[in-house]
């Protein structure tokens, strides 16, 4: 397929997320396994002291991961700091964090005007609360009101989805650029948000398949949350993040840098 400028391959990227999971394993492997150990320890540890190790523990793996990702080999990977296995803890992961606070923050602000929003307006709709209670669905309120207030509900749930998906570039663009960047990355998917959304929900298959297990009862207790930590972050990580580091190569239209950013 040819490629824009400003554009992407969806197929294209998504062959380099594969070849990339490949790598991310041969390059990485170290800090696949420690994350995964991390949020495993969470069974046998003290609650704060699990997060505190499972985030830090991340923070290694996203920032081996992405220096992967936005690299050509495994000198460029190293040019831009990775260690040995993947395992190591620089000015990068420190960016990385800062990155995932902003984009957090922002994201909990839309999340909150958005609930806010909804709740007024069902608030104004005039639904019938004891129907409600009562699952009388016929007699909540008029369909037309329904049909609103479902097509309104999707609509922000939409926004929300897309402008997670327009952020989701923050964490190659922070390693490849040595600099925090959170809203800044709104800005690479101008032009390439469908290809870039479309090949998110792909590779989020692993998480879909385990949200699928836990509902149906097979991914539970102990053994289902070793599960959830070993395909999270030896599955799902390495995919979604290899795949956007495709995206941001392309997007962003420069190559991978050369120099070191810690």
């Known amino acids: 397929m040819s490629q824009a400028r400003d554009g992407f391959g969806l197929d294209e990227a998504l062959a380099q997320s594969g ?3 490949v790598r991310a394993w041969r390059e990485a492997a170290g800090a696949i396994a420690l994350s995964a150990l991390a949020w495993s320890a969470g069974l046998f540890l003290p609650t704060g002291v699990a997060a505190v190790a499972a985030v830090l523990c991340f923070l290694v793996l996203v920032g081996a991961l992405s220096r992967i990702a ?14 040995s296995a993947g395992l190591q803890f620089g000015a990068t992961e420190v960016r990385l964090l800062a990155g995932f ?9 839309i999340l909150s005007v ?7 307006l069902y608030g104004l709709a005039g639904l019938d609360a004891e129907a409600i209670r009562a699952r009388d669905w016929a007699g909540v309120g008029a369909p037309w009101k329904l049909a609103l207030l479902g097509a309104v509900t999707v609509a922000a749930l939409y926004a929300v ?7 989701s570039l923050f964490a190659p663009a922070t390693a490849a650029e040595g600099r925090i960047v959170s809203l800044q990355a709104m800005g690479l998917t101008k032009t390439g948000f469908w290809p870039l959304l479309g090949g998110l929900i ?4 692993p998480k879909l398949a385990l949200v699928l297990g836990w509902g149906l009862g097979v991914v539970r207790g102990e053994t289902g949350w070793v599960v959830w930590a070993v395909v999270l972050n030896g ?11 495709a995206a941001y190569r392309r997007l962003s239209s420069i190559s991978p840098r050369e120099n070191a950013h810690g």
């Open 19 to 21: 070849r990339g999971f």
């Open 70 to 83: 936005v690299s050509t080999d495994a000198l460029g990977a190293r040019a831009l700091g990775l260690g």
């Open 101 to 109: 606070a902003l984009c957090g923050v922002f994201m909990a602000m």
């Open 114 to 120: 958005a609930a806010l929003a909804l709740l007024a």
């Open 161 to 167: 989805i897309a402008l997670a998906a327009r952020l």
């Open 202 to 205: 792909v590779t989020a298959a």
């Open 235 to 245: 599955v799902q990580a390495p995919l979604t993040l290899t795949f956007l580091g």
